[in-house]
């Protein structure tokens, strides 16, 4: 039976490659997308979900809009010099006749985990405010939720948001420790990997010969994506974030892991935003009582790349 996921998101040319990803996926029931700030703002990030659901033509799948700002602070603003003015690679696509339901998104994740016990895995590729807002309202989730898979944080390699800190976890340090910190299953899918994960030139040239209606929306977004990575990585490809994630629930042997209890820094001074795992022999206070989190170091990009372009090829 196909694993029911919730892909919790903030289109964004990654995040739509991954939702493409799972939707191409036969093991993955993908019951819902929520949306989050991040790549762009909530808003457009809930018209971008839906978009993508059209194009995917997936119009059964609900979209829940989440919070509009972090826990604590508002919102930095979005990033449109990687994702386009449109956080689509400013392709600039119609509007979706569909709207999305009429529940928040931390409601829907708690109806749908209440409803469904021990079945459904978060896939959050974003900040991780809803989920932190989810467990809020019915903290008994952490205990129904199959597992957390969640593409953020960075444990042993710097961050691309700051020096320290990776974008996702950035966006809301707040709420990232307290997913970490709930007693339940979590996976970091992190920079440790995917700034190993690397799409060369040929690989981001297939989505233009594979030629169905995902792939030919992915190839149109990313010659905004590739530029960024250019100008900044100095890379003529990309590297591959939200899709890793979606990879590790098809073939977690595609990753080398460790267990370990992370905080979050959530100070406001140069270090916000990192991730911090217990690396050493002792567990000092600030990690005690926490749970061990799964945080992928390694991986086998190659193999991870293949699958996902074999995916959207229909193999």
């Known amino acids: 039976m196909a694993q029911k996921i919730i892909i919790d998101t903030d289109p964004g040319v990654d995040d739509a490659m991954a939702i493409f990803f799972a939707l191409r996926s036969p093991e993955l029931d993908v019951i819902g997308l929520t949306t989050i700030f991040g790549n762009v703002h909530t808003h457009l990030a809930t018209v971008n979900a839906l978009r993508l659901l059209d194009i995917a033509g997936r119009p059964d799948i609900p979209v829940a809009h989440g919070a509009d700002d972090p826990l604590a602070v508002p919102f930095g603003g979005p990033v449109p010099f990687v994702h386009g003015d449109d956080g689509q690679g400013n392709v600039n696509l119609p509007p979706s006749p569909r709207k999305a339901v009429n529940q928040s998104a931390a ?9 469904h016990p021990g079945e459904i895995t978060l ?3 974003g900040p991780l405010t809803n989920i932190a807002l989810a467990l809020r309202l019915e903290p008994r989730i952490a205990q129904h939720t199959k597992q957390v898979v969640l593409m953020g944080g960075n444990a042993i390699v710097p961050g691309n948001a700051t020096p320290c800190a990776e974008a996702n976890i950035h966006n809301d340090p707040e709420a990232a420790d307290v997913v ?13 990997v995917t700034h ?3 799409m060369e030139a040929d690989d981001v040239a297939e989505y233009a010969r594979i030629g169905n209606p995902m792939t030919e929306h992915v190839a149109a ?10 100008d900044n990585y100095g890379i003529d490809g990309i ?12 073939d977690p042997t595609l990753f080398e892991t460790i267990r370990r209890p992370v905080r979050v820094d959530c100070t406001h001074d140069i270090g ?3 991730t911090w795992p217990a690396l050493g022999e002792r567990v000092d206070a600030p990690w005690q009582n926490r749970p061990d989190v799964t945080i992928c170091t390694k991986v086998d990009s190659q193999r991870l790349v293949q699958l ?7 193999v």
């Open 107 to 115: 409601q829907f994740i708690v109806e749908q985990v209440m409803a």
């Open 123 to 125: 896939v959050p590729v």
């Open 180 to 192: 970490f910190g709930a007693p339940w299953d979590v996976v970091m899918v992190g920079l440790d």
């Open 196 to 198: 190993n994960v690397y």
């Open 221 to 230: 977004i990313l010659p905004h994506y590739r530029k960024y990575f250019g």
């Open 239 to 250: 590297y591959v974030h939200d899709s890793s994630a979606i990879a590790y629930l098809l």
């Open 272 to 274: 916000r935003g990192k």
């Open 308 to 314: 996902e372009l074999n995916r959207m090829r229909g």
